[in-house]
């Protein structure tokens, strides 16, 4: 919705490294987060850069923001089980800097 | 000790009745929201409250209207109820002021309310 899309589904194996992407279309995003929503529970906000940063380390997770191209990426290393969840991408805009503007999020499945 | 709560966790009811959800946050923030999750997970924010006062009010039918008492607390009523209505309803809340600044204003969300309309 209002222009930040991510693709619906993604499956990966156990161990391996998941990357999920993220498009929006307005260059006065200031930042841009990434929510975690399990099953039946509210969500999480799992990290966030801000539009000035290129990369951001939390543990397991990576962000990459390539602000040129408009592309978010999240990426879950060495993915478990404990990581099934839809994944939400979402700016805020210095526009409209009081909300924040949710993509439809990425279902992550994981195989054994 | 949950930061944001709301009550209650599910909601049935018929056309055409009124029900009120309610949320209630510990945090300390002077904001809060109320968002709607449809069936395909699609989350859109409704409503925005920051100190009392409402400072986000997105294209939502007049049979919504959002109450706020206090600072903590953000009250969602629903008039006459409709099928469509049916989704889940999340309430959150954040440090909120200073959207430009250098802050994130990270949102904190309750578990939702899941409101099935018959």
């Known amino acids: 919705g209002e222009d930040v899309e991510q693709s619906l589904f993604l499956s990966v194996r156990e161990g391996d490294s998941s990357v999920i992407n993220c498009t929006y279309t307005?260059?006065?995003?200031?930042?841009l987060y990434w929510y975690k929503q399990e099953p039946g529970a509210g969500l999480q906000l799992l990290t966030y850069?801000?539009?000035?940063?290129d990369m951001k380390q939390d543990q397991r997770l990576t962000v990459l923001l390539n602000k040129k191209d408009k592309h978010l990426s999240l990426r879950i290393a060495d993915t478990q089980t404990g990581d099934s969840a839809i994944y939400f991408c979402?700016?805020?805009?210095?526009?409209?800097?009081?909300?924040?503007?949710f993509g439809s999020g990425t279902r992550l499945s994981i195989r054994p | 000790d949950t930061a944001v709560s709301q009550t209650p966790k599910y909601l049935v009811t018929q056309m055409g009745n009124d029900k009120s959800i309610k949320c209630e946050q510990n945090?300390?923030?002077?904001?809060m929201y109320w968002y709607k999750q449809d069936s395909k997970k699609f989350l859109k924010i409704m409503f925005s409250?920051?100190?009392?006062?409402?400072?986000i009010n997105e294209t939502v039918p007049n049979r919504f209207s959002p109450k706020s008492p206090d600072k903590a607390h953000l009250n969602l009523h629903i008039n006459s109820l409709e099928l469509g209505d049916s989704a889940v309803y999340f309430c959150?809340?954040?440090?909120?002021?200073?959207?430009?600044?250098?802050?994130?204003?990270?949102?904190?969300f309750g578990p939702g309310t899941r409101l099935t309309v018959l």
């Open positions: 959150a809340s954040s440090q909120g002021a200073d959207w430009r600044g250098d802050r994130t204003d990270t949102q904190y």
């Open positions: 409250y920051n100190n009392k006062e409402l400072i």
């Open positions: 850069i801000f539009s000035n940063m």
């Open positions: 945090l300390g923030h002077d904001t």
């Open positions: 979402a700016e805020r805009r210095y526009s409209s800097a009081s909300k924040i503007i």
């Open positions: 307005d260059s006065s995003s200031t930042y």
